[in-house]
């Protein structure tokens, strides 16, 4: 497998990059898996966009068919999101206090949640 600086791997981000994230913040961790080659496998990467989209449009079928076939994830990847991860994801979104309101979690949010497990994977 190649090797590139982490200066590269942030110029290639830019120019490939869909996501928009920094991934700067994760220098101190690139360079700890660097060290430690012989022990850390890394893998990493962000499902473009279009595919949270597609979910939301056309369902998750299609969305983790298309994903699976383009290698991005496994079959084994594909999760199903429990009922307290979506307590936590809707608490994010609305800024309902997770630690005491327990008994307002919405279901707004329960349509593009899948989406949002499909971008975790």
Do not use: M, W
């Amino acid at each position: 497998q190649g090797e590139i600086s982490e200066n590269e791997l942030y110029e290639s981000y830019k120019e490939t990059g869909s996501e928009g994230h920094d991934i700067q913040k994760y220098e101190g961790f690139l360079q700890f898996a660097k060290q430690h080659r012989d022990n850390v496998h890394l893998k990493g990467g962000f499902l473009p966009r279009k595919y949270a989209r597609l979910l939301v449009k056309e369902g998750e079928d299609e969305a983790y068919n298309q994903v699976i076939n383009l290698g991005y994830i496994s079959e084994i990847d594909r999760i199903p999101g429990s009922d307290n991860h979506y307590n936590f994801f809707e608490s994010l979104i609305s800024g309902r206090d997770l630690t005491s309101d327990f008994e307002n979690v919405g279901d707004r949010f329960r349509k593009i949640f899948p989406a949002q497990i499909l971008k975790d994977s």
